[in-house]
Structure formats: structure tokens, C-alpha cells
């Protein structure tokens, strides 16, 4: 095989620019219109999602303001707790709104040009081997995958872990062509800035691609070891320093480590953000857990079929079992070459083992994985799927004589097209159309491929081109949904709502609990319960009346005009026009709070304190002024215990605490709220995530109740720690 030059598309004569670039004259073109048309699919409407998840926009908001809050990503710029991850993904989108000021576009913009990237970095890793269609086969793969077209268009840190990983790839195998230490020790810079993003999850493709090298690399074992270690050096300096740092700071001047329990960096690593999303022991997180005997507790059922289930499947297996096929093809075409730095063969076998090493690992560790599971997390797998789909086309066309060949790439675009058939099906009402022509043109195109060959190149052509648009067309249509559909809250999924699935947008799997800010998380919005049905009574002791959304009433209530929240969010579980868009989002102050926060704020080190994080970073991104998050995103760290909270209103550093049930101008909901008291809950009920720092904010609240008067404020409760009420015990 020559894998090289592989003819997908028309060929002509050469020019002088296509020598300087090494490909046909139509590479260009197709490239640039690639890059663009991913750029223009990851902005389009990119200002209808707003801040996106307040709790990461909050504290970009902080970083933009103070260098102490951008270097330890706090969540406020008081800098009393950070978020619950390490800070490299906060701090490109801090940069841009340090220079250009605070909005949506400000912050999401660089999220998109990571997007930009990572397919114009699996272009080049794919084209090295297999050519410009292979690669542009895989670029425009990667692109319209439905999870990408949704997290290069939101601020959680997935954007650049994935960026990172397709580049550790890539380095990886630069590396291997020639054995080059200096491109494996960029492999190790990325793996270590990508630990800086989401901690463990960068190391999981590290077994197969270490091996990968240690087996297959053109030099002597001695020497490929003592590269691995350099790499493994390389990484822990790109990644160890920050954690350094931090440990060796006064933990009494630098913020809370937010999602531990022991103000531990490391302990956040290997428990909350580690271990426990194996295990399902996380500690202060929200409804997690597995259940004896390999359930997935409450973030659905594990198994190997998890990635192909309910809404999960509709996120990134549109490609995924032709990805699986296309693997073991290209394994077995370029198997019998041996291992030599000049042949094609062999590095063409390395690339499939490093992408399908890295696709099956990162997938059976989510299929299995017992804590805390989102769909978006698949977002990981979209840059290995897509690389092994052009690569494998590409060798299977260029065996296409091959009768086996031939019916392995006919077989696989049948396969392909039912199973966006079966996809399409799943979202009641989504595009009847589209499915029937998907599946009975990609049948059709299938049968004809083996024979299309003897009636000429342009009817081969035509085949293999409505193949490869049948096999895009569903991946299209939810990517063409995502971007419409405005995605606000911790908790999102691309394309429609899918009925019966798990995760957010309906189903099965599902929790009713309450969310930061008070009232109740929304019918089919959370992992662990079940859809539609009776509130349960959460840690802490509230009880979640099954259907009410915060501060107001569940799907199919009042949201106001057209039936929306105020601002352009979204309804919460099923609803047309896509998933669910708006689950633990923060709240929504009026312009009667937000005045109250910004009045004498420059004499407070914070303008108000609040119970969880996403309560306060509604607040804070209002009015623009440090609002603390007590007790972290789910308001169960020990962040700042009770004592630390009396002395700092003792010193006079927090004008307000905002009561939980508070909903500023009606909350999401636009209904107006009230505060704890007023909901037949004892005081100083805790309504937040179970953990043992769920009590100190339970406690702080309690205290506060007990020593300062409440006063409504644009539907927000609002208590003035500078004014303690008559007879009140430990406040001056």
C-alpha cells in the first residue's frame, strides 16, 4: 500500500505552489475551507448562551480582575475558594475578557478557536500518512460530532483537555517517525498542561501510547526508555509546577481548594476529581456514586453499551461503531510491515494503534466509570473516532480491488446509516424525513459501492461522495440544532431532546433535588431518579417536590413570555428545540439586588456571600463585584467554617448574605422567591450537595437567620451583616 496518496478526490497536473506544500492544488482550498467552515459552525449564535455555566464564567470574571484569582482560579475575586478543577482552561478566556471586557463572546470566543484547532491538528496527524482526503475526511468527522459542536461552544475546561490530547497524540507520533526525543517531550508538556485542565483524565491515554512507543519506536530499547522518562519529566514540570505552588502556599493566604474536603489540592486530585469518578466515592459531590455490583448509581447504568444508550449515543457514536470497524481493517491491511523509520506501512500501523489505544481506553474507562458522568465528557473520544474514520476509509479505498476490502467499506456504510437511523428515532418527531433518506440512500450506496468501480470514476466517485453525506448528514442536523439552541447551566447535552434517555432531556436515571439558589432541580434533569415523578427528600432535609424548577415551576409551567426564561435561556428536561440547556444554572438577579451588592462595594472585600457557587456567580456576574460562594459549588465544602465567617463580618469584609430560595428578578423562572424560611423548612435547612462541609453552610446560614434582619430586595432576601438585630450573640 502507499498510503501517502491516496485517490479520494480528482487529481491534475501539479503546480508550483502544490510543491511547496507537498499536496494536490485542490488541498488548499479544501483545507482552508475546512478550518472555516468549522469556525463558522462553532460562532454561529455563539452570544445566545450567555455566561454559559456561570460557575466557570464567574471566576474568569474574578481572573480578568485580580492576578491572585487568575493564578489559583477562584471563583471570586476575594479569593475565598477556587472552582473545583485546576486553572488552564479558566485562563485563556480570562486573558480575552481582561483585554476586551466582560460578555458572552468575550468569554466563549476562545473556546470556538480552540475548537479551530483541534481539527487543524488532527489534519496535519492524519494527512502525514494517509493524504489531504483522509485527513479532511477526518477533520470534517471531528467537527460535525454533535458533543464537539457543543463544548467548543461552552466554557467548561473539555475544550482544551481535547485540544491537548489530539496534540499529545500528534507529538507521539512525530516522535516515532524517526524516534525524536524533542517531539516526545512536547507529548509531555501537553499531557501536563491537559492534568492542569481536568487532573487524572489526561493520563488515561498515557498506557497505550507510552507502549505504543516503548514497543514500536525505530531506536534501541535502551534509548526509548530513557526518552519515555524524559517525556514523563517533561510532563511532570508542565503540569507539577502550578500543583507545587499551591501546596507550599500558606493554605491562610491563598483561596480554598473548592471541591475538597482537607483544603488539599491532592486530595481534590486523587478523590473528588480522581478516583472517586472510577469508584463513585466523591466526597461532598451531588448524587453520585455507584451501586454494589457494577451499577452506576446516580449517573446511569454502567456498561459496555453506555456510549451507544439513550442520549448518550446521540452525543458521539454516529461514527463510533464505523470507527471500531475502520480500527481493525486498518490493523489488519498494515500488520505485515515491519518495523523500519523509512516505511509508510509501518508508521501508518502506529497511527491506528495510537488512535484506536487512545479511542478504546478513554471508552471503556467512561463506559465503567461509577461517579459523576456527564454526556459531554464523550466530547474526549471525537478527535480519536474521527482520525481512525478517514484513516480507515483511506486504506480501505485504496484496497478497494480487494474483494474483502471492498465489502468491509460497503458493510461499513450500511452500518453507519442504520445506525443513524436508529439515532435519528430516538428524538420523537426530529426530521422524519432525514432518517428514511439517510437510511435508504446510505443502503443504496452500500450495495452499489463494490460494483460503482466498473462504470467509470465519476460513477465511483458519485457512490463513494453519497456515502460519505449520508454517514454526515445525522451528525449534521444535531450539530445545526446545537448551534441554535441557546446552552446555559452545568449540565448540557447537544442536539434534541432525547425521550428515554439518560442524562439530562428526559428518562430514566433522573434526581429531583435542589439546586443553588433554592428551588428545585427540574422533572428529568438530574442523574438518580426518576422522570416526572415525586420529589425526594435530599441530604440536609429539603424536600424536592418532583417538578418544580428553581424558584418557580417545573417544564410545561409559566416561564413568562413565549415560554421561556427572562434573557433567553432555555427550559429545563424535554422540551422542542433541544436538550435540556439550563440545570444548576446560576441565578438571575434583578436590577434591585444588583444595585443593593454594587452600593459601598469598594468598602467590602466582598459585596454579599451566598450558599453554593452557582447562586453566587448569578450575583457576581450581575453586578461585577466579589460574591463569596460559601461551601463551593454544591455548597458542601468546608469553605469558610463558621468561625472564619463570623470573624470576617466581625471585620467588616461582607455587606450581605443572600438567603437561599432568593431568585433576584423571579429567577430563572421570572416568578419572584422567598427565602428558606418561607418554604416550611426548619432553619438553616441545608439544601444543598451531601458532604461533611454541607453542615457549615448549613450552620453559616442558621447564624445569620438568628443575628441580622432579612429585607426583600427585587425578590431577592438579602441580610446586612453591618447591622446585626437587637440582642444578636457573636457579632462584634
Known sequence: ?????????????????????????????????????????????????????????????????????????????????????????????????????????????????????????????????????????????????????????????????????????????????????????????????????????????????????????????????????????????????????????????????????????????????????????????????????????????????????????????????????????????????????????????????????????????????????????????????????????????????????????????????????????????????????VLVAGLGAAVLLPFAARLGRPALLTVAGVGLAVSLAGPLAYCLTTVNTPHTGSIVTAGPAVAGGRGPGGGPGMRAFYAPGGGAAPQGGFPGGTRGGPGRTMPGGGQAPGGQAPGGQAPGGQWGPGGKPPGGGERFGNGPGGGAGGLLNGTRASAEATAALRADASRYTWAAAAVGSQNAAGYQLASGVPVMPIGGFNGSDPSPTLERFKAYVKAGKIHWFIGQGSTGQGGPTGQGGTDDGGTGEAPGTNRMGAGPGGGTSSAIETWVKANFKAGTVGGATLYDLTAPVSGATGTS
Request: charged share 10%; aromatic share 12%; with cysteine.
Open 1 to 437: 500500500m502507499t498510503t501517502a496518496a491516496v485517490p479520494l478526490l480528482p487529481s491534475s497536473p501539479p503546480t508550483a505552489v502544490d510543491a511547496a506544500i507537498g499536496g494536490p492544488r485542490w488541498e488548499r482550498p479544501a483545507y482552508i475551507v475546512l478550518l472555516l467552515a468549522t469556525g463558522l459552525l462553532l460562532v454561529w449564535n455563539l452570544g445566545a448562551s450567555g455566561y454559559a455555566n456561570s460557575f466557570y464564567s464567574a471566576a474568569v470574571q474574578a481572573g480578568s480582575e485580580s492576578w491572585k484569582a487568575f493564578f489559583f482560579g477562584s471563583s471570586d475575586a476575594g479569593n475565598s475558594i477556587t472552582v473545583d478543577k485546576p486553572p488552564a482552561a479558566l485562563w485563556p478566556m480570562a486573558l480575552s475578557v481582561r483585554v476586551f471586557g466582560l460578555g458572552a463572546w468575550q468569554i466563549l470566543v476562545p473556546q470556538a478557536l480552540m475548537g479551530v484547532g483541534t481539527t487543524a491538528v488532527l489534519y496535519a496527524c492524519v494527512r502525514r500518512q494517509f493524504g489531504p482526503a483522509a485527513a479532511l475526511i477526518g477533520g470534517a468527522a471531528f467537527a460535525l460530532t454533535p458533543v464537539a459542536a457543543l463544548m467548543f461552544r461552552f466554557n467548561n475546561p473539555d475544550a482544551l483537555l481535547t485540544l491537548l490530547l489530539t496534540v499529545t497524540v500528534y507529538c507521539v507520533l512525530r516522535a516515532l517517525d524517526g524516534a525524536h526525543t524533542r517531539w516526545l517531550l512536547w507529548a509531555g508538556v501537553a499531557v501536563g498542561f491537559a492534568f492542569l485542565t481536568k487532573t487524572l483524565q489526561a493520563f488515561v491515554i498515557l498506557p497505550p501510547l507510552a507502549l505504543l512507543y516503548a514497543v514500536c519506536a525505530p531506536t534501541g530499547l535502551r534509548r526509548r526508555l530513557g526518552q519515555l522518562l524524559l517525556s514523563g519529566l517533561a510532563m511532570v514540570v508542565a503540569g507539577g509546577w502550578w500543583v507545587a505552588i499551591v501546596e507550599l502556599w500558606p493554605a491562610a493566604s491563598r483561596p480554598y481548594i473548592g471541591g475538597s474536603q482537607n483544603n488539599s489540592f491532592l486530595e481534590l486530585t486523587l478523590g473528588y476529581n480522581g478516583l472517586g469518578r472510577i469508584n463513585g466515592n466523591e466526597t461532598g459531590s451531588v448524587g453520585g456514586g455507584g451501586r454494589p455490583g457494577g451499577g452506576g448509581g446516580g449517573w446511569g447504568e454502567t456498561g459496555i453499551d453506555r456510549l451507544f444508550s439513550g442520549t448518550i449515543g446521540g452525543q458521539i457514536s454516529w461514527l463510533l461503531p464505523a470507527a471500531l470497524v475502520l480500527l481493525v481493517a486498518g490493523l489488519v491491511i498494515t500488520w505485515r510491515a515491519r518495523r523500519a523509520a523509512d516505511s509508510l506501512e509501518s508508521t501508518a500501523r502506529a497511527a491506528f494503534l495510537a488512535w484506536g489505544g487512545s479511542l478504546l481506553i478513554t471508552a471503556v474507562v467512561f463506559s465503567y466509570m461509577q461517579g459523576i458522568f456527564h454526556e459531554y465528557y464523550t466530547v474526549a473520544l471525537a478527535p480519536f473516532v474521527a482520525a481512525l474514520v478517514g484513516m480507515g476509509v483511506a486504506v480501505l479505498w485504496e484496497e478497494r480491488g480487494s474483494r474483502a476490502a471492498s465489502l468491509t467499506l460497503a458493510g461499513t456504510l450500511a452500518l453507519t446509516a442504520w445506525w443513524a437511523f436508529v439515532l435519528l428515532g430516538r428524538a420523537e418527531g426530529y426530521l422524519p424525513w432525514l432518517r428514511w433518506t
